[in-house]
């Protein structure tokens, strides 16, 4: 194994004071937009200034290239963070930053597809990790491909079951392309995280779910530098790193306290705050990434037909779920990039007919739906493959969520939900009815909710139309 090389001095401070811009320039677009999240933004500026300009590689110039690592922000409220790293990396210009979360501006108070650098939308907290699964899974199994992928997550949201899932997932098909660091800054939204700097007890955690883990100071650029080689030098593990911050760290009263979370700084004190951590910036050095290796396969999922039609004769009767099946493997030989997924219901939703044709194509989520809806979105990211995930229709109301911000994320998944309706059958007929009715309500609201989103998005849009064409 190759040894480690320590970054040099001039390096690591570059790292120091790029952290400290992408403060600045977190904290300049929320108190422009008035809302958002700068001191969940604070707690990760060494994270991402060490990822983006020292570990990560990737064409700045081309963000969604098939070849560049990728990152997902899964504490998504700090999303102004991650546009201040694409600012620091010359895709985007700074002063589009102060047209943070405006209704005309792609730059939302969480990351959505909108923008070339953002694979799938985050900020319902939990979600990043599991689409981060599919994502690596896609490049180790499907491109065999030298990318590699990092998932920042909050310590608020490893409380949601959904990580734990994905942390499971991970571990059982040795994702060593894969490293999870968590943002471990104490505070939550309204109190203290329930592990507050525990960070033993993360490890721990990590461990017993079969992580290689290491715990660092995460305003330390050396420990996490360090951290990051050795992660990406382990075999058939996926990494997780626990790195202890401090939210608002770097802004004097604010640094640590409670009471912070989603407000901006107070605008008769953002220049006092600014110029107070540009007196920490020594150099003006800036860090180019490292150029990808170009060696992910030319992908086309574009026309994709079955080859013959169904050879069903008109009378013949056969069970929906089994024509889904059969379906789905004639689909398989059409393009080598349909895949298929399943929670452990393969033999109920014959999705395992799939598995027999095209063996390596096929996912085992086991019971874990909400992961099985988020990894399938991640193996679908940059057009990668064609996923179809499948379970009792009842249970994919479990993960109801994933699917929300699956539509959001605007991802090419396909789900099948088998056994709907009233009844499967004459013994379980009033379990199945009662399953089926929650879903039906599930759905029923999830349609109502889009329904309400999309009447108000229009009308803004249609009110921000009207104050232009006056102007």
Not at 103 to 111: A, K, N, R, T
Not at 160 to 166: H, K, L, N, R, S
Request: charged share 20%; hydrophobic share 35%; proline share 4%.
């Amino acid at each position: 194994m190759d040894t480690y090389q320590k970054p040099e001095d001039k390096d690591l401070q570059a790292l120091r004071d790029g952290a400290n811009r992408l403060r600045i320039l977190s904290i300049r677009a929320t108190c422009a937009s008035n809302s958002g999240h700068p001191t969940s933004c604070c707690s990760a500026a060494e994270i991402l200034s060490v990822l983006f300009f020292n570990t990560m590689k990737y064409d700045a110039a081309d963000p969604g290239n098939s070849n560049n690592d990728r990152f997902v922000l899964s504490k998504g409220h700090a999303a102004p963070i991650l546009y201040a790293a694409w600012a620091e990396a010359g895709y985007i210009k700074e002063s589009d930053l102060l047209n943070l979360r405006k209704i005309d501006c792609d730059l939302e108070g969480h990351p959505t597809p909108k923008l070339p650098f953002v694979d799938v939308a985050t900020g319902s907290l939990g979600q990043g990790l599991g689409a981060s699964c599919g994502m690596a899974y896609t490049g180790k199994y499907f491109d065999k491909a030298s990318y590699r992928v990092y998932c920042l997550l909050g310590d608020g949201e490893s409380s949601e079951g959904a990580v734990w899932e994905a942390m499971a997932f991970a571990s059982y098909y040795k994702l060593d392309n894969l490293v999870a660091i968590f943002d471990v800054n104490r505070l939550g939204q309204s109190e203290a995280a329930p592990l507050q700097h525990q960070t033993d007890i993360y490890r721990k955690r990590c461990e017993a779910f079969g992580w290689n883990t290491y715990v660092v100071d995460g305003h330390d650029v050396e420990e996490l530098c360090c951290a990051l080689w050795q992660a990406a030098n382990v075999k058939d593990k996926p990494t997780a790193i626990i790195a202890k911050t401090y939210k608002g760290k770097g802004i004097s009263g604010v640094e640590n306290q409670d009471n912070w979370h989603g407000k901006p700084m107070p605008k008769d004190k953002v220049d006092t705050i600014i110029k107070e951590i540009q007196g920490r910036i020594q150099t003006n050095k800036t860090l180019t990434p490292a150029a990808p290796v170009r060696d992910a396969p030319e992908v086309s999922i574009a026309d994709i037909k079955m080859p013959t039609p169904p050879s069903y004769k008109v009378g013949d009767k056969i069970a929906t779920r089994k024509a889904y099946g059969q379906a789905l493997a004639k689909l398989g030989h059409a393009n080598s990039r349909v895949i298929a997924l399943d929670g452990d219901t393969k033999n109920s939703t014959f999705s395992e007919i799939f598995k027999n044709e095209h063996p390596d194509r096929f996912i085992e989520c086991f019971i874990a739906e909400q992961n099985m809806v988020s990894v399938a979105m991640g193996c679908a990211t940059r057009s990668r493959t064609v996923a179809f995930a499948s379970t009792f229709a009842a249970f994919l109301s479990r993960a109801y969520d994933h699917i929300r911000m699956g539509a959001i994320s605007q991802s090419n998944v396909n789900l099948c939900g088998s056994h709907c309706g009233v009844s499967i059958g004459e013994w379980p007929s009033s379990l199945y009815m009662s399953c089926s009715a929650v879903a039906l309500i599930h759905l029923t609201l999830g349609l109502y909710s889009l329904c309400i989103l999309g009447i108000r998005l229009l009308g803004k849009r249609l009110t921000h139309l009207s104050k232009r064409s006056v102007k």
